[in-house]
């Protein structure tokens, strides 16, 4: 047994030359520390933006082999990432993602308005967020689905809040008016069990399905529940 | 009690080998008996005798003979336990340790311990190795192997005074403590060990690992699973040192919190374990299972302390439990759950960070300043992992990375700024209108609008698989423009209470049952 001195038990798989090509996913969770799967990380991204899917786990890699070589970060890449954690709320994805972008890199225009448009989705200045999210066009145009997102983020919230929710109240949460918001509502009420009650004088109402968050009653008493493996153990003496 | 953010573990003194008593190849009897011995214990895979040598032997010796001076070099010793390989492996793994908590390392030193890592765990990855070791000694090899990655990364970002020697042995010496490396030794360990799918069988009785400690009582070893157990702790702290909570939590998840497992076999990796799962969720906003997992640990140290006074743990045993209640203080704060916390660690807290709590709940400018305070204190020593540059002017970055981790959960405070206040009124109110609250809050309708939402976003935690659980203790819904609010009831956890009366008369019984009739 001679004495090896190792560089540091580097893998040096690549993902798809000679014989096996794996799939991203499949990297990320086999083979995560390895500075050569930077550029499959980064096609990925571009993958994500077009196809609207997502993948927080390899993303999270990218952001960390960043930080290993800054050298090698391509901010368009991150400021994608980002638009991408955006549209995954209320997961505090973004947050994640920040905690790996070095505070130089943060402090660029693109990124400054990228944590503003989260500080106001974060406490709910809807109005705010999409007057700035107007002004910041450039940015969140390349990512389809952006609005979608938002859009869905926004009625999350709403139906945590609201059993009852002023028309105009939604409105502003999801920048839908008039006859767009007329169509909206109406989708929601066929497939989402929305119901609109009119004749209300202000604003009509718009009842947000039940959920165990606006209607108490539906809570399940969960700390009545005992969990089996605590019954298992007295078994021995029931027996 | 804050302490300075830079303070090192471990006594800054001269370094050893320019001390004038110390000769390297000088072996005193005592160690001479003591190397013999732990040879020949590990050859006949005594685990106690190797265990008492290992916790005991070695401090008594280090603390009489070799206070501040290194222990005899491995070429010294090597001729009395056959020149064994591994043998040397582990001792210099002992010598660099004792070095880094007596002594500060020159930089050739930490490059020479990197080396000795690399060969250890080479030789135990290859399966070769037919050892069985404490699990004390295995976990304390993971852990200090992080720790000096952690120490090597804060001595390199402090490039101000660096001599030339210094840079060009940086410069030529740039795979050591290579967070590559690192990292990957650590993944190695898991994926050979197969610790994972080990794991995963024990569940269905098809493997026995956790019910024998992890040891091997079919003539194998258990090094290279132990080792790759811990490795998954390892990860979780390496993780949270560089800030990637998610994926730090992800390395974590084969090992079950709720039960017993190796992971507890030792307090040191138990801890370590919770310290860091509770930062890690506390980053995550899962206020929650933080706060569940620091009561827990915090009342287990609070009962079993006593008996690890002797120990050389003992000093870092406390330090953390310091730090976990600083973190509670935190958790609490941000999220009053206080049904949580049990009797004793809650009146330990209220002892440490009562007054400072009440404040930090007013979250004014003085509030945020006991924030940073808190967690300046508490949390982990974050790295910067890359490469350092050489250019000059040559400076210190080593606060960078700590400094971009306060400031991210500071933003975080402040978003929760407004929250205290809707909790006071609804901790009173059943019903209250939206006019009434936004007079009471001093803000308009529409801005007491999106401090409700934000109430609820803030307190609705979504956790890894995506579900929304709340962390609120006080919670309300809306119906138009009245806010009703929803008391909870105390549960009363009527299960619990029969299952242990239950097994409290079983034990009565027995007991009954023992006692013999004259």
């Keep these: 047994m001679g004495r090896e001195i190792s560089s540091g038990g580097q893998k040096s798989s690549s993902s798809s030359s000679a014989g096996m090509s794996y799939t991203v996913e499949q990297l990320v969770a086999v083979n995560p520390y390895n500075p050569d799967i930077l550029p499959d990380l980064e096609n990925f991204v571009n993958e994500q933006v077009s196809s609207q899917t997502y993948n927080l786990d390899a993303n999270l890699c990218l952001l960390r082999l960043y930080q290993f070589e800054p050298e090698r970060m391509s901010t368009q890449i991150v ?161 | 009690m804050a302490m300075p953010y830079d303070y090192e573990d471990g006594h800054q003194q001269q370094s050893g080998p320019d001390s004038l008593s110390y000769d390297p190849s000088f072996v005193p009897d005592p160690v001479k008996s003591f190397v013999v011995h732990l040879y020949r214990h590990i050859r006949e895979k005594n685990v106690y005798e190797i265990h008492q040598m290992y916790e005991n032997s070695f401090q008594t010796l280090s603390e009489r003979m070799f206070k501040d001076v290194p222990w005899p070099s491995v070429d010294a010793v090597a001729p009395f336990v056959d020149n064994d390989h591994v043998f ?209 640990i915090l009342l287990y140290i609070y009962k079993t302390k006593q008996y690890h006074q002797k120990s050389p743990q003992y000093e870092q045993i406390l330090k953390k439990n310091e730090q976990m209640y600083a973190l509670l203080a935190i958790s609490l704060s941000l999220c009053p759950q206080v049904k949580l916390v049990e009797e004793t660690v809650n009146s330990q807290l209220r002892e440490k960070y009562g007054e400072k709590m009440l404040r930090m709940q007013r979250f004014d400018d003085e509030a945020f300043a006991l924030y940073d305070e808190l967690f300046s204190y508490a949390c982990p020593k974050f790295i910067t992992p890359s490469a350092p540059s050489f250019e000059e002017p040559l400076v210190n970055y080593n606060q960078d990375a700590y400094r971009l981790q306060l400031k991210l959960f500071l933003y975080e405070v402040k978003q929760q700024q407004l929250l205290s206040g809707v ?58 423009d009245m806010i009703h609010v929803i008391e909870s009831k105390p549960a009363k956890r009527y299960g619990d209470y029969f299952l242990r009366q239950i097994v409290k008369l079983e034990g009565v019984m027995t007991d009954v049952d023992r006692v013999k009739l004259e």
């Design chain 1, 79 to 239: 400021a994608r990432i980002l638009v991408k954690a955006l549209m995954a709320m209320p997961a505090p994805d973004f947050s994640l993602c920040l905690f790996l972008i070095p505070e130089r890199v943060q402090m660029e225009e693109q990124f400054k308005t990228l944590i503003v448009l989260s500080h106001y989705l974060e406490t709910a200045r809807f109005r705010q967020f999409w007057d700035e999210a107007a002004k910041s066009r450039h940015l969140l145009e390349v990512v389809p689905g952006f609005e979608q997102a938002i859009q869905a983020y926004a009625i999350h919230v709403l139906s945590l809040t609201y059993q009852k929710v002023p028309r105009s109240v939604l409105a502003e949460a999801i920048n839908i008016e008039g006859l767009s918001l007329d169509k909206f509502v109406e989708h929601h009420t066929a497939n989402s069990g929305w119901v609109v009650e009119k004749g209300h004088v202000k604003s009509p109402l718009i009842t947000l399905p039940s959920n165990e968050f606006n209607r108490p009653e539906l809570k399940k008493n969960t700390a009545d529940g005992v969990p089996f493996e605590h019954v298992a153990r007295i078994f021995p003496i029931l027996g």
């Design chain 2, 423 to 480: 909790r006071t009124f609804l901790k009173v109110y059943s019903t209250i209108s939206m006019g009434k609250l936004a007079t009471y809050l001093e803000v308009d309708e529409p801005t007491l609008r999106t401090i409700l939402l934000t109430y609820k976003h803030k307190t609705h935690a979504v956790d890894s698989d995506g579900k929304i659980s709340s962390n609120a203790d006080v919670d309300f819904y809306v119906d138009d």
């Design chain 2, 88 to 296: 040397c492996l582990l001792y210099r793994e002992m010598w660099f340790r004792h070095l880094y908590a007596r002594l500060s390392p020159t930089l050739k030193q930490r490059i020479d311990s990197w080396d000795n890592y690399c060969s250890l765990f080479q030789v135990v990855l290859h399966g070769v190795v037919n050892m069985q070791l404490p699990n004390q000694w295995l976990w304390d090899m993971v852990d200090e192997f992080v720790y000096q990655f952690q120490s090597f990364c804060q001595y390199r970002a402090k490039m101000k005074n660096k001599t030339e020697q210094e840079i060009a042995l940086l410069k030529q010496f740039d795979q050591a403590w290579n967070v590559y490396g690192v990292l990957n030794f650590l993944q190695a360990l898991v994926e050979k060990s197969m610790i994972i799918q080990i794991l995963e069988q024990e569940k269905e009785g098809l493997e026995q690992f956790t019910a024998t400690d992890g040891y091997d009582y079919n003539g194998g070893s258990n090094v290279l699973k132990v080792l790759g157990y811990f490795s998954m702790i390892g990860l979780l702290r390496v993780h949270c040192l560089l800030g990637d909570y998610h994926t730090g939590l992800k390395c974590l998840l084969p090992i079950d919190l709720s039960q017993q497992g190796v992971y507890t076999s030792v307090i040191g990796s138990h801890i370590a374990t919770i310290y860091h799962y509770g930062f890690a969720n506390l980053m995550l906003r899962r206020y929650v299972d933080a706060i569940r997992e620091f009561n827990k």
